[in-house]
Each structure stands twice: as structure tokens, then as C-alpha cells.
């Protein structure tokens, strides 16, 4: 099992899962630095020791032989397995040689011990700096956080405003710590694979010609060191075309909303705040929190508790949640849920309002619905056809990004995978025959929009005016279409593969066309959503954002009506019976005073989280819910 993979999005999360992961690639530098420096231990030996040649040798090749190599990621390309199985043939190199004994070995300091230090101390060093840094920005962070989230919602907007303006800046101070210590530790790992084994190779090479039976030995080696030479300069140029990608990834990462939700597992996911009552008062602590929308499964760790073992989250079932109303309480970014597991609600606080929305909306919480008219159908559909070089432009990418992950969450592909793989064979007939499998395997409102989109790029093709060609279409509408659930550095390299099936599903339209059967009475739907696309491209270079925002309209009225009916009135509570654990001193004229002891009547929810309506001393008022215990 290979080293987990590192996402520049998980610096934005910083889940205790991602902490998990970076430790594995911590050790392993660890681990690594402690071999360079054994393997530059051995090396001087050899230099400084000729009567203890033989042994140093063995030694030396023994520790070749029990390395082992870990790349990152669950499968290696064959020129990492050559160059994680070179130490071993390394190894029995050396034994061979060893049995020789001839002279001292020359120039090994230059070619084998100054640039394994050199890789030591100028590249793992430099990790082990990004993590210093790192460590210190997360605490300045955290510290800085609770007390910006402890901040009353009754101090003046602008002493409000100057502390959220700080909190941004700690905030962004420590994702760039994150992101630029996760890119030092993926660049050291990918370097390892050249910088690390070239040395060694260097040394070997010279080793054998100072040995009465180096030529013979050289010779024996040549077929090897070509195919390994040949493997580290395709990791060598592999690490540098990655890079630049990565690099990019990195900075579209950096610039992207801060509250941004990238895809993963989870619905949302993220750490909020709970609010836990006790007798003097409540207290806020913060968990680590996720959601699955399908099976409405809300789970939250608690990551303030020190104990030896792991914490096992809590798991509930999500009844409801709404937005709580500022001046309800003095916290800022609150919400409400109500859970099958638990009598009454539990409140919870966001990192922010952005934040607080997005979870509002992964939990389909309650929030102002805002009515919005149908968009009247004005405009042509053939509308912008001809235009030279259309959707070359793409729209602004955060919007974009936020877009599709709001709209394709709904309906995703899930052929992506059989979609790259089918394409990577080099029979063209085959290829036509996988995609009319695949495309038939559709969901039916997937087969209509796909036939839809891809007769207008067929009709598009053919008007030569706009100078677009099937190519053309392929290298826009692939990572588009084709889009893979998360946008990493693993997904990066599928991009060619979907070209290519974009291209495929054009050039063959009329092979594949008879299984995207359309229903006539769901075309209408779908041409009006075309509809508004076609005028979108006409009437802005931002064709790719508009098309997503038509797509995202077209589904809001269909969510919305699902809201409306979801919801039922609830039966009237009945009231029952309770009694005070402890004293409370009412703070408003809706609350009710009474002593340790006092007996209640008529006792029910309110539609006060937290809170019961009850009945005392002939007075009806509000009781804290944790105060008492039912009869």
C-alpha cells in the first residue's frame, strides 16, 4: 500500500482525516532522512576503511536490499517499479562485487555522499521548515477562531467588521501555510524518485571500474542502467509536466471562495461549534462535523477532549434544521436541528454566514424561499451559431466551480470511469461499439440531454462559418461533460481521455443516436433549457457559466416543489407534568423564575430551541429544557 494522497482542498477542511494522511508522509520523510544518513554513514566507510571494504560493502548492500521504496498513490507505473526494484538489484550488484575486494574506492564523495546531503538538507530540511511554519500558523489560527466566534453579536458593527477582517487575514496566513507545506511534501516525494537514485547509480558506476572485473560487470549492467536511466528521466519529466499542473491546481485552490465546498464524500462536511447547556450556563465545543444528504446521516466528533484512544463519532438522524434568528441568541452564525436520537434541538454554530448558508443548504434547512419568474422565451434557437471561435470563453471559474458542484450533485455520470477507460484502446470500431454500450446504460434524462447537446455541436460542426472543428468541441466540452467527481491531480490526467470520447460521440452520432430515444412529452423541458443556453451564447463570451446557471435554474422549481410538499402540520403536543432540577432567575418577561424543586404543568416544545412551554404557579412562560425532568 502506497503513501495516501495529498489534496491541496483538504488544507481548506483540515479534517482530522487529512492530518492523518500528512502524518504517514511525515514519517515516511522521516524514514527516508534516517536512510540517506545511514546510506552516507556506509559510503565513508568504504572510502576511509580498506581493510574493512568487505564488510562495509556487505553491510552497505544489505541495506539496499531491505529499503523499501514507497511512491505515492495506491499503483505504480512501471518506471517506478524499476526504480523501487533498482535497490535491490543494486544489492546484488554489490554482493558480487564484494567478493573481489580490490582497491579503494574513488571519487565516491562527489557522486554518491555530497548530493544524497545535499538532497537531506536542502530538500527535507526545507520540509521540515514548511511544517514548522505550518504548525505555527494552525495554532495562531485556532486560538484566533475561538475568540472571534466568541465575540457577542451586540458589539458595534464596526468593531464586528475589524474582527472579521483579522480573522480573514489568520485564516488566510494559515491556508497558505497549509497548502505551500502539502506542495513542499509532495514535491520531496516526487523528487526522491531521481534525486535519491541517481546518486546511486553514479556510485556503482564508478565503483565497477576500478575493480579487476569491472568491465565485465559494466557490461552485464548496461542493459539495466539504460531501462533505469530511461525510468528516472520519465519520472524526471513526468514530476516536471505534473508540476506546473499541480501548481496551477494550488493557485486555483488559493483564490477560490474560502467557504467553497469541493467535492468529497460527504454532502458538507466541516467543524462547527455545538452548544452544550449546563446548570451555570452553556458552553460551545467544537466538533468535527459531516452529512449525507441520502441517508440524512449527521455525524460529529469531538475534537477538544484529550483521552489516549479515538474518539467514535456520534451519528444521527437528521429530522430538520432552520436558520436561527440573530437576535434569538448572542452568537453569531447559528442553526438549529432537530435528530431522531435526541428530545429537542441542537444548536450549532458556523465558522461564518457563507458557511452556515452552505450547510443550510446541504440540509435543506429552512430559509426564505425567493419567488422567481420563468424566463420568457424570446429568443432564437438557433441564436449565435455562426459565431467565429464560440466557447472558447470560459466564465469565471469560482462561479463556475460552485455551479456545477450545485447542479451535477443531483445527476452525476457515473459511467465517467468506463467513458476513459474504453477510450484508451487503439480499435477505432471498438471504441464506437463501447460508447453505444455505455450511452445505453444512460439514465433516461441523461440520454435525453446528451442527444440534445451533442445534434447541436453535430449541426454546429457543419457550419463552418464559426471555424470550430469536432476537435475543437472535444477539447471544450470533454473535462466539461465528462467532468470528474473531484477536481484533483489524479483527475488531471484523465483530461485526454475525454477529449477523445467527446470526439468519439460526435464523429459517430448517427451509430450511437438510436439508443438516446427521446420521450416527446420531456423534449419540451429540455429545448427550453437549450433554449435560454443558445441565448446565453449570443449574449455573452461567459457561455460555459450561463449554461450551468440554465441548468441549475431548470432544477431549482423541481427542488422547490419537493420542499413544499415534504413538510406536514404537526400534530397539537399534548401537555404533560415536570419537575426542577435546579433554579433559574427568568432574564426576559417571557421566561418563568422558579426554585430547585418547583412543579410544572401543562409541559411542552416550544418553538424555542432549547426551550419548553409550561405552566407554573397559574403563569405560563418559557423553562430551560436541560432544567427539568419530566414526570
Known sequence: MGLPTLEFSDSFLDSPDFRERLKCHEIELERTNKFIKDLIKDGNMLITALKNLSAAVQKFSQSLQEFQFECIGDAETDDEVNIAQSFKEFSQLLTTVEEERRRLIQNADDVLITPLERFRKEQIGAAKEGKKKFDKETEKYYCTLERHLSLSSKKKEAYLQEADTQIDKERQLFYDASLEYVFKIQEVQEKKKFEFVEPLLAFLQGLFTFYHEGYELAHEFEPYKQQLQFNLQNTRNNFMSTKQ???????????????????????????????????????????????????????????????????????????????????????????????????????????????????????????????????????????????????????????????????????????????????????????????????????????????????????????QSNLMTVSNLGVIFGPTLMRSQEETVAAMMNIKFQNIVMEILIENFNKVSHCLALNVHKIDNCRILLSHFYFAQHNSPNTLFLFNSCLYCFRVAARALLFENASSPQSVPVGRDAKAMYSCEAEHSHELSFPQGAHFSNVYPSVEPGWLQATYEGKKGLIPENYVVFL
Request: with cysteine; net charge positive; glycine share 6%.
Open 245 to 463: 499542473e499541480v501548481e496551477k491546481l494550488m493557485k486555483r485552490i488559493r483564490s477560490a471562495d474560502q467557504d467553497y465546498k469541493p467535492p468529497g464524500q460527504w454532502t458538507m462536511e466541516g467543524f462547527l461549534y455545538v452548544q452544550e447547556k449546563r446548570p451555570l450556563g452553556c458552553t460551545w465545543t467544537r466538533h468535527y462535523c459531516t452529512y449525507e444528504k441520502g441517508s440524512k446521516t449527521f455525524t460529529m466528533s469531538n475534537t477538544e477532549t484529550k483521552s489516549a484512544g479515538k474518539q467514535v463519532p456520534e451519528m444521527f438522524k437528521l429530522k430538520s434544521c432552520i436558520r436561527r434568528k440573530t437576535d434569538s441568541i448572542d452568537k453569531r452564525f447559528c442553526f438549529d436541528i432537530e435528530v431522531m436520537e435526541r428530545h429537542g434541538v441542537m444548536t450549532l454554530q458556523a465558522l461564518s454566514e457563507s458557511n452556515r448558508r452552505l450547510w443550510l443548504e446541504a440540509m435543506d434547512g429552512k430559509e426564505p424561499v425567493r419567488n422567481s419568474a420563468c424566463w420568457s422565451l424570446k429568443y432564437s434557437f438557433w441564436a449565435g451559431l455562426t459565431t467565429m471561435g464560440l466557447y472558447r470563453i470560459g466564465g469565471v471559474n469560482s462561479k463556475v466551480q460552485k455551479l456545477m458542484t450545485t447542479v451535477f450533485f443531483y445527476e452525476p455520470l457515473d459511467h465517467f470511469i468506463s467513458f476513459c477507460l474504453f477510450s484508451e484502446s487503439d480499435d477505432q470500431n471498438y471504441r464506437v461499439c463501447a460508447v453505444h454500450a455505455l450511452v445505453h446504460k444512460l439514465p433516461e434524462r441523461n440520454k435525453e440531454m446528451l442527444e440534445l447537446l451533442i445534434k447541436h455541436l453535430v449541426t454546429y460542426v457543419l457550419l
